[in-house]
């Protein structure tokens, strides 16, 4: 009776230490692999220095590209204008064939803005109006 209750609680401590040895493995994997925090966490971001104030728009080029593509389920579809921006920041998102999706909005330094409209799988392209700065402008 004693030794099958150890064996129970044995067993059970095993397989207790086995989870978690996983678990913390797993969390080091995606924290430190980059392709794997990237699938998980895709995030973009673009850093514009407006030399003067212009009432035309300018694009928005993340990570080298033009646009943005939500083609994982674990985007958030979210604009974020970093805290250190140096003001708002006027923004619209554009189609691949020029058309206007979301027009117009605005985000304040260190606050954010929900783009539940977007589809997956397709290009979106950004574009930006603001005043002189330096703004950064995060795709999450």
Known sequence: MVN?????VGWFGGILVTLTIIFVCSYQVYQNVESVHNYFSPKTSSVL???????EWN??????NDFVKFDSVFWDKTII???NSEGN?????????????????EVSPGTSKKL????KDQQYFFEVKAQQGQFIINAI
């Open 4 to 8: 099958s209750k150890l064996k129970k």
């Open 49 to 55: 220095a407006i030399d003067a104030k212009s009432e």
């Open 59 to 64: 694009s928005v080029k993340f990570g080298g």
């Open 81 to 83: 204008n970093d805290a």
């Open 89 to 105: 920041v006027l923004l619209r998102v554009k189609d691949d064939k020029g058309n206007i999706v979301i027009n117009e909005f």
């Open 116 to 119: 539940d409209d977007l589809s």
